[in-house]
């Protein structure tokens, strides 16, 4: 799998991070992002970033961002496929789902101001548009997921 392409123009960079959900709640975890350099600044997003050398798979990626991002050490399940694969101009991202037992609480680093556990029906408004989209595309396997994990 090639994860990182160039061309004369720009660099495509490869990206993946985790949807997280509690199998207690069946909300979804997301985080804010902070006003810094970063793309889209205060807008709601999952846990994740971009690829580096170490990873071999878009899925570590998603594993050591979310570690990274949140300081969470505890055992969780992760999909062994992605949800979702979104490429745009400059990035390929790759969304895993991420089950928990217990609503965690993030221990957030630099890249975040705030997160949040929510319900699919009431989420941010200003969210990644890749996210928005993402769930837009996903929302029945989300919600079959979430109503596996209630019964």
Same mark, same amino acid.
Not at 26 to 46: E, F
Not at 69 to 88: F, V, W
């Given at each position: 799998?090639?994860?990182?392409?160039?061309?004369?123009?720009t +660099? =495509?960079?490869?990206?993946?991070?985790?949807?997280?959900?509690? =199998?207690?709640?069946?909300? #979804?975890?997301?985080?804010?992002?902070?006003?810094?350099?970063?793309?889209?600044?205060?807008?709601?997003?999952?846990?994740?970033?971009?690829?580096?050398?170490k990873?071999?798979?878009? =899925?570590?990626?998603?594993k050591?961002?979310?570690? *990274? +991002?949140?300081?969470?050490?505890?055992a %969780?399940?992760?999909?062994? *496929?992605?949800?979702?694969?979104?490429?745009?101009n400059?990035?390929t %991202? %790759?969304?895993?789902?991420?089950?928990?037992?217990?609503? #965690?609480?993030?221990?957030?680093?630099?890249?975040?101001?705030d997160?949040?556990?929510?319900?699919?029906? #009431?989420?941010?408004?200003t969210?990644?548009?890749?996210?928005?989209?993402?769930?837009?595309?996903?929302?029945?396997?989300?919600?079959?997921? #979430?109503?596996?994990?209630?019964?």
């Amino acid at each position: 799998m090639k994860l990182k392409t160039k061309n004369m123009k720009t +660099e =495509k960079i490869m990206g993946a991070g985790i949807l997280a959900i509690c =199998k207690k709640t069946g909300r #979804i975890l997301l985080c804010r992002r902070s006003a810094s350099d970063q793309s889209y600044p205060n807008h709601w997003g999952v846990f994740g970033g971009t690829f580096e050398d170490k990873d071999l798979l878009p =899925k570590e990626t998603a594993k050591r961002e979310f570690k *990274e +991002e949140t300081k969470y050490n505890g055992a %969780y399940e992760i999909s062994d *496929e992605p949800l979702d694969i979104r490429s745009g101009n400059f990035i390929t %991202y %790759y969304t895993f789902v991420g089950l928990f037992d217990e609503e #965690i609480t993030p221990s957030l680093d630099h890249e975040n101001a705030d997160y949040g556990w929510f319900e699919l029906d #009431i989420l941010p408004t200003t969210m990644i548009p890749g996210l928005v989209d993402t769930i837009k595309a996903k929302r029945s396997k989300i919600e079959n997921i #979430i109503n596996k994990l209630k019964k």
